[in-house]
């Protein structure tokens, strides 16, 4: 073994004592990002805790990146490898609950941490910090970097900082998600467009003068008739979902104007730019059908994850080091608690507390994230660890209970281990960066880059 080896290992000790040592400070954070529960690109308080906390502990602290007030990026050290670790800390709307085991809304109708970013922000937050005080005391250099992504409920966070540079020069970057399982990831995501249809008609009173309106609402409905007609020759795997966001106001008033918003989701993003295309030419259909004019405006626009198989496994290496989360009697009797609201929750026991295998092959998540914007560019490590009973839907009130409690604590410290041991090894391991790289290239391929968002389109703004 040589010395650089022996090095790095004592260094992923000192890191996992820094963060066993932590507990309380951990537990402080989640539990204030728990309860601020701020909305997507309004999460003003919990940036700025999280920012405030690396800012005290070394690291240079650049607060509104891309343009969007809450994001922002923290970074010590000097020269290369440039190792990154994503944050996130948005909540969900309507689901606002306390840290019990029944539904007990804190706010009616309020947010809550119903996808578990509260310990998410956390967990990476510390894990650079962790890295940071380990690296110092080793003499390990390069530079540690932690992102801080704003509103990923809405997939614009890194989708906009990685158009506007934020991610460039990064040699890796590493994230992690909340999840009731624990292990290294090795996943693809759908591919996404957010678009929103607004057609414009004629106001006209609905009985004495239809003939002298055009309604945009019957545009709508002939626009989402003409996409449901769509779905029967679209691949298996594409996802349309809509709601319709303006309909009208009341009857007796011909509706001038209407609106809806579209997600159209693909395992990759070619095949959601061919359907965008054509839901955009039903739209047109619909507006020519009725007499009206339809516009749109895209929100956000991701691609699907590009996997890393050597990641996967450094990260896999590492949590097997950390050990899997130790919940106390008292978590297991909550969960318990929490799975009898889950009627459809699968068996098993309570909380899962061992360590999954990487998959032979990349998963397909069914969902989407902003994460695979950044994957397209350079190599992605992920990992997911314990945060909430065995069988929890995901953006549900049960994770915000469970979040808030030491369920959600344990498995993020497990996280920050894992991510912290990790970063550690790409500083020192140039041999593992340049696999890491030789895989990213071979799973990427040469299909470029392109985003549906004008390019003159700027950052959304909290509205
Ligand atoms: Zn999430």
Same mark, same amino acid.
């Given at each position: 073994m040589s010395s650089a080896v022996l090095d790095v290992e004592s260094a992923k000790s000192s890191a996992i004592a820094y963060l066993d040592a932590a507990g309380d400070s951990f537990r402080e954070t989640n539990r204030a990002i728990w309860s601020f529960a701020e909305p997507s690109l309004k999460e003003t308080r919990s940036s700025a805790l999280l920012a405030d906390l690396l800012e005290s502990h070394g690291f240079t602290v650049e607060r509104g990146v891309a343009g969007m007030p809450t994001a922002f990026v923290a970074t010590w050290g000097s020269g290369d490898p440039l190792i990154g670790i994503m944050a996130e800390y948005d909540a969900l709307p309507s689901l606002s609950q306390a840290a019990t085991p029944e539904r007990q809304p804190l706010v009616p109708g309020g947010y809550g941490h119903g996808c578990g970013h509260s310990v998410f922000g956390t967990a990476s937050v510390f894990a650079a910090i962790a890295a940071k005080d380990a690296a110092e005391r080793s003499g390990i250099t390069g530079r540690i970097r932690c992102y801080g992504c704003p509103a990923e409920e809405l997939l614009v966070g890194k989708v906009f900082m990685q158009r506007a540079g934020v991610? $460039?020069? /990064? $040699?890796i970057v590493l994230g992690w998600h909340p999840s009731d399982k624990t292990g290294a990831d090795f996943i693809t995501s759908k591919a996404m467009v957010s678009v929103r249809f607004t057609f414009h008609g004629v106001a006209s009173h /609905?009985? /004495?003068?239809?003939?002298?309106g055009r309604s945009a609402l019957d545009a709508v409905e002939l626009m989402n008739v003409g996409v449901n007609y769509m779905r029967e020759h679209v691949k298996q795997d594409a996802r349309i979902h809509y709601v319709i966001t303006d309909g009208g106001v009341q009857p007796n008033v011909v509706p001038p104007c209407a609106s809806v918003w579209y997600y159209v989701r693909a395992d990759v993003h070619r095949d959601v730019v061919e359907y965008f295309n054509w839901v955009t030419r039903i739209a047109q259909g619909a507006a020519m059908m009725t007499q009206t004019s339809v516009e749109w405006s895209i929100d956000t626009d991701c691609h699907e994850q590009i996997p890393n198989r050597v990641l996967a496994d450094a990260i896999d290496r590492n949590l097997r080091l950390v050990g899997p989360p130790r919940f106390t009697d008292e978590d297991r009797a909550f969960a318990a608690r929490i799975r009898e609201s889950l009627p459809d929750a699968p068996d098993g026991p309570p909380l899962i507390e061992e360590i999954e295998q990487v998959t032979a092959e990349p998963k397909l998540i069914k969902g989407s994230t902003d994460i695979g914007d950044v994957s397209w560019h350079l190599p992605v490590g992920h990992l997911r660890a314990a945060t909430q009973a065995n069988g929890c839907p995901g953006h549900s009130w049960q994770i915000v209970a469970c979040t808030g409690t030491n369920i959600g604590e344990q498995g993020g410290i497990v996280a920050a281990k894992a991510l912290a041991c990790t970063a550690l090894d790409l500083l020192t391991d140039s041999q593992l960066r340049a696999r890491a790289w030789e895989d990213f290239r071979q799973r990427r391929g040469t299909e470029p880059y392109s985003l549906?968002?004008?390019? $003159?389109q700027g950052s959304p703004l909290p509205s």
């Open positions: 991610f $460039d020069g /990064a $040699d /609905a009985s /004495a003068v239809p003939h002298r549906l968002i004008p390019p $003159d």
